[in-house]
């Protein structure tokens, strides 16, 4: 496994770097230290697959990098891997299993199974700058490494108490807005998210988006507050659907954004013993946010996908999946039986 020294030397030496990483806070935060602690290197996000595979050649071909950087992704393909002619670093927390070689490949998982620390955190190891970013990226992995030497340089931002769990960082302070934000900045078309990141480049302080205190943070809180609109609606449908069962599922449909990882995050904080199913409608599939404090999700999953047309995969208390829309009813039941 390749070290942190030796990935902050191949970024210092590269003149061309190519930055892939995933759309959720973890991957923009990875993303946004790297450059801005770097200032020379391109970034291109991964929208609606968890593997990065070779129709990326493409953006390759674009950008003739001499470095190539995969942050949070679980999989790579070895097509890409195959077609791509220069050094290319993979940085990831998620099971190693995925992992063929070919590549400098830095996962904390490979030493200790249990150290499935964000990418954002070791970001920060490789940047040491911008420690706001981090907490970002961080806290919204539900993490809280970093969050007492945070908590002394932002104390107007969290509160002074100790906390038990990241939810309680996300939900119940004034920075916990910050990463609902930055989650909200990702939605829509990609030429769309690429206007919000550039902005996001530009601050230098969380209360510049918080208070709105420049343009920049104008810009971004301005975008927050239309998304957050229509997520506060379908949020209050699922509240509403509730009903005494250890499930929750809440399914939608809505033609440009995607809620729910969000959702899913927000519902169990506030239902803690239920397992949480949300899925947007998209076409002929659902796809979706699965999440539990008390069960392990990924054998649950890959068990109520046996035989189906869909594929899913995670962390042990928080999964993705998509599903065809004919499949989805035997899929959820599956899961509630399991949980039964």
């Given at each position: 496994m390749i070290k942190i020294k030796e990935i902050r030397e191949m970024i210092e030496k590269s003149q061309n770097p190519l930055v892939f990483f995933d759309d959720d806070a973890d991957g923009l935060c990875?993303?946004?230290?790297?450059?801005?602690?770097?200032?020379?290197?391109?970034?291109?996000?991964?929208?609606?697959?968890?593997?990065?595979?070779?129709s990326y050649i493409i953006k390759v071909r674009q950008y003739s990098p001499d470095l190539i950087i995969v942050l949070d992704k679980p999989m790579i393909s070895e097509d890409f891997i195959d077609k791509v002619?220069?050094?290319?670093?993979w940085i990831d927390h998620h099971s190693p299993?995925?992992?063929?070689?070919?590549?400098?490949?830095?996962?904390?998982?490979?030493?200790?199974?249990?150290?499935n620390r964000p990418v954002t955190y070791w970001c920060y190891k490789i940047t040491g700058e911008n420690l706001w970013i981090a907490m970002i990226g961080i806290i919204g992995d539900w993490?809280?490494?970093?969050?007492?030497?945070?908590?002394?340089?932002?104390?107007?931002?969290?509160?002074?108490?100790?906390?038990?769990?990241?939810?309680?960082?996300?939900?119940?302070?004034?920075?916990?807005?910050?990463?609902k934000i930055l989650s909200f900045i990702l939605k829509g078309r990609t030429n769309e998210v690429y206007i919000y990141i550039d902005y996001l480049l530009k601050i230098k302080d969380p209360r510049e988006i918080l208070s709105k205190k420049t343009e920049a943070g104008k810009k971004i809180y301005g975008r927050y507050e239309e998304i957050n609109k229509?997520?506060?609606?379908?949020?209050?449908?699922?509240?509403?659907?509730?009903?005494?069962?250890?499930?929750?599922?809440?399914?939608?449909?809505?033609?440009?954004?995607?809620?729910?990882?969000?959702m899913s995050n927000e519902?169990?904080?506030?239902?803690?013993?239920?397992?949480?199913?949300?899925?947007r409608e998209q076409g002929d599939d659902f796809k979706g946010s699965i999440r539990s404090a008390d069960f392990a999700l990924p054998l649950i999953l890959s068990k109520a996908l046996e035989g189906l047309d869909g594929q899913g995969g995670g962390h042990e208390h928080a999964c993705g999946f998509h599903i065809k829309k004919q499949d989805f009813i035997k899929f959820k039941n599956r899961i509630e039986k399991q949980i039964k």
């Open positions: 990875s993303f946004l230290l790297l450059e801005k602690k770097y200032k020379k290197i391109k970034g291109i996000i991964l929208k609606n697959s968890p593997v990065l595979d070779d002619h220069v050094p290319l670093i299993e995925n992992f063929k070689g070919g590549v400098n490949y830095f996962n904390p998982r490979l030493r200790d199974d249990k150290d993490h809280l490494s970093l969050y007492n030497v945070f908590k002394k340089k932002f104390k107007d931002l969290v509160p002074s108490k100790p906390i038990k769990n990241p939810p309680e960082v996300m939900f119940d302070t004034e920075f916990g807005k910050l990463i229509i997520y506060e609606v379908l949020l209050k449908k699922a509240i509403n659907e509730n009903d005494h069962s250890k499930f929750l599922v809440f399914t939608y449909s809505h033609k440009k954004y995607s809620f729910t990882g969000e519902l169990l904080y506030r239902y803690p013993d239920k397992v949480i199913l949300i899925a």
